[in-house]
């Protein structure tokens, strides 16, 4: 009997996997495994984890390191190649457009099928849509009458119907960025918040206002999304938190637990850093921005030029457009959303040739080194839960942000010694540091800390 036991159990573990994993400390926050194992991956799917020694063509020695899903980024407006390679080196597996959003979408996922480093997605969404039907002259963010007038019942009806298009095309809910819109209408909103409930779509929502002051603060802003989605029974998910909310940001989370433990389906995320980016020539610097934001032109940082505002630079830079760095988010609200359990991690970031904001090269080791080791603000696992399951759980992806057998073999491995951001506002296209693989689908895509080129294992990620 002993015999055959030993037997039939060699083949199990006689198996040749694709790639092996071999002694890493798997940590997967959904089963709450935290211990040391060796994961087996076949093809895009891992296939064993294992307390013996698997065999594999490839076996990367994981000893010390930690093995976690691969990290989902829900706002990322980098969306190329240049940007795909700072969120690989990063630990992020997967990158979407959620919050700006795109139309129309099948072109969108057309242009980047094959061509991905990483997994992509994007929702429909509200503002170029707007911008297309009301020939807005905007790169990227309105400057004209899709942001300064509001829209005919026709021109309403016409983006409606290209949101409507959107969702056809399996987009990933409705990007919907109102402070960027200001003269949309509180109707207008809420019927495309009424949109999103009837097709079961999440809203990915940039709020109305920021600020304290009243009337007009992100208080305000928060109740009509939490008015909207009892009054419609949609789901809302509510961007960047911190710079919406600066030194209001444990009253907003308050708010959002409130709604949450009513039986309210609304989530936020946020960014580990005191500082946010947008476009000057946008709605956001319309009327009386330094009271709304308490911050004055000094805390402005040109991304071009890396100089920080005058009154005059800004009358200027404002008229030629780009990109403006504004340093308004206390250091206190950005670790009470890092600390927060329920808070997803999201970069909100985009890199243009080297330029732009270090979110979009460094956040997730940021959380994982300065946040979490250093700091103590938060545990290990629950930094990683914030990065992986929580973000997967609120696009319903079943396959991605967990280390299970039958899942996508998407799996970010790194020293929790030495993961570390290297980007700053000055040079903000420094790769992170001590992340050294990443797969995507099971493929290598970061190998000892390089990235492997010529490979292409990004898929689109869309509703079923």
Known sequence: MRIALLFFSIPLFAQTYD???????????????????????????????SQRPLQGRTIIDAKGLVVAPGFIDLHSHGQDDENYRYKARDGVTT????EVGVSPVAPWYAAREGKSLINYGATVGHIPARMFVMHDPGEFLPTGAAA?????????????DLVRKGLDEKALGIGLGIAYVPTATHPEILDIIRIAADRKATVFVHMRSPGAIEPGSVTESLQEMIADAAITGASIHVVHITSMANGQTGLMLEMIAGARKRGLDITTEAYPYTAGETRLDSAIFDGNWQEQLGITYKDLQWVATGERLTAATFAKYRKDGGFVILHSIPEEAARQAMANPDVIVASDGMIFNGTGHPRGAG???????????????????????????????RLHLQSKGRIKIGADADVTVFD?????????????NRYSEGIPFVLVNGVLVVRDGKIVEGVRPGAGIKVR
Request: aromatic content about 4%.
């Open 19 to 49: 790639i092996v994993l071999s002694n890493g400390h798997v940590m997967d926050p959904e089963s709450g495994l935290d211990a040391i194992r060796n994961v087996g991956i076949n093809g895009r799917t891992i296939a064993m984890i």
């Open 95 to 98: 990158a979407l457009e959620l």
């Open 148 to 160: 300064h007038r509001k829209a005919t019942l026709e021109e309403k009806h016409a983006t409606e």
């Open 363 to 393: 956040t997730y080791a940021r959380v994982l080194g300065h946040y979490a080791r250093d700091e103590k603000a938060l545990t290990l696992m629950s930094a990683i839960r914030k990065m992986t399951i929580l973000p997967a759980d």
């Open 416 to 428: 929790p010694a030495r993961v570390i951001d290297k980007a700053t506002f000055e040079k903000p």
